[in-house]
């Protein structure tokens, strides 16, 4: 597993193999809420080992980074900042080399958010379970706390009522969740609240969109509603989008049972644009 560094910004890098090999191109990995950049190992394995450089960004507040509480951002856009500083830095070390950015469930909102107003940062943008809206079933009391809390303790934070067998049907891979300090099961209402003003603009900033785009979507979730990102693909104007979809798989396919082919389809995807 790579080790994280940096200092500004938090980040794991796997290098495409052997080490002195000149990647074909380059990946930008945002995780999702609750999540961290360990969960990447199996997917920048994979592309390292087929020639791809990766490099993931650990959001402030979540993972090991030093922000408290954890679970809280000021805004999203300190997100797609760091996002952007990441993509310097592979830039920088990669010269040359096209640069993909690819998020997993609210790290596909950042990415699709940030694809659409920094294009120029990006050859392309792979989302896998995008969370243009959210499927998780919060108690009426939360909504009545970022009501009344939002302008005064925004900081406050409440549980997230998601489970790591609503993530992957990998067992084993469960067990490695559950016993995770980096996992976590707690947002503030300004993290909440973030999310829900970025989906708002996801559907303004749509029509902006102009980079290459490959939506990846589970066949059931029980954490983002998998329709709005259908509908959302419908009206990309692009020549160049591709929807794929994954019948018998869960939110989380970068570790769900069936991963393998996940990764050779967004392999192929890239080959054809690096």
Known sequence: MAE??????????????????????????VHGLGAHTARWDFLAGFLARNGFSSYGLELRGFGRTPERPRGHVDSLRVWEQDVLKLGETAARENPGRRIFVLGESLGGLLAFNLAC??????????????????AMK?????????????????????PVPFTSAMCTRDAAYQAVMDANPDELRVASLKCLFGTLHAQSEAKRLAGELRVPSLFLISGTDLLVDERAGRKLFRKLALEDKTILEYPEMLHALSIDLGREQVFRDILAWA????
Do not use: C, M, N
């Open 117 to 134: 107003r920094h294009p120029e940062a990006f050859a392309g943008q792979v989302l896998i379970s995008p969370a243009f809206k959210s």
């Open 4 to 29: 994280l560094v940096g200092t500004d910004i938090l980040y794991r890098k796997w290098e495409a193999t052997p080490p002195a090999a000149s990647p074909e191109a380059v990946f930008l990995l």
């Open 271 to 274: 080959e054809k644009r690096a």
């Open 138 to 158: 919060f108690p009426a009391a939360v909504y009545l706390k970022l009501v009344a809390l939002i302008a005064i303790k925004p900081e406050t934070t409440i």
